[in-house]
């Protein structure tokens, strides 16, 4: 079966500081890869996706890349503020499936 | 605004009693989603939906059943509450196959006690 293995957290970072959250997953087929975020009291929201491998999804400021040789979908961002406190999810969704698949989550903390 | 609309942000329901979420969205999305958030476990899909009276279990379907009888409204039904069905509830709906364009509501947050 489908599942994404996300490093634990929790993470606390200084502004500007250089976030990586590391995300693996397992799939049959050929799965489209997400990143969500979770902002507190909030649900959640697609950060970014990528559907194939190489591709590099990008939002605010966050980038992964598709790795299949890896089967890895690493989230990054360059300078965080307090404002990306949130908890991020990795997921996947094969093609055709209705579903997506979580993992744990991360709790990413920023401080001034 | 597109939303999914979640009736309760809170609840607190007793060992026992029979518990109702509602969900409802308003983009005439096809599919409905239930899945339940607990710390270091992530999301776990309890069942979907993918047309008006079609439901399908998901990962962990036990001690829970669903209703749909609109489009717009997918209800989550404990038939038996117990403490460990205590946790963060997230309806979502989305248009189409694939993972893609999931919109969630913001949760409801039950306490079994």
């Known amino acids: 079966g489908n599942s994404v293995t996300q490093m634990e957290g929790p993470v606390t970072l200084s502004e500007e500081a250089f976030l990586t959250i590391n995300c693996t997953y397992t799939?049959?087929?050929?799965?489209?890869l997400f990143w969500y975020v979770q902002y507190p009291g909030e649900g959640l929201q697609l950060l970014l996706k990528a559907t194939k491998a190489d591709d590099k999804g990008s939002n605010k400021g966050f980038e992964a890349t598709y790795r299949k040789e890896t089967t890895s979908f690493h989230l990054e961002k360059g300078s965080v503020q307090v404002s990306d406190s949130a908890v991020y999810f990795c997921a996947l969704s094969e093609r055709g499936d209705y579903k997506l698949s979580f993992g744990a989550g991360t709790t990413v903390t920023v401080r001034a | 605004d597109v939303k999914v609309t979640q009736s309760s942000r809170y609840l607190v329901k007793r060992t026992g009693e029979k518990v109702f979420l509602e969900c409802v969205q308003d983009?005439?999305?096809?599919?409905m989603f239930w899945y339940r958030q607990d710390p270091g476990l992530g999301l776990r899909l309890i069942y979907f939906s993918y047309d008006v009276k079609m439901k399908e279990k998901g990962d962990i379907p036990e001690g829970y059943s669903v209703s749909r009888e609109k489009k717009e409204r997918f209800s989550l039904i404990l038939e038996s509450a117990s403490t460990n069905q205590t946790s963060m509830y997230l309806c979502a709906s989305s248009l189409n196959r694939g993972g893609y364009g999931y919109t969630f509501g913001s949760g409801t947050r039950l306490t079994v006690v």
């Open positions: 983009m005439d999305h096809e599919n």
């Open positions: 799939a049959t087929g050929y799965p489209s």
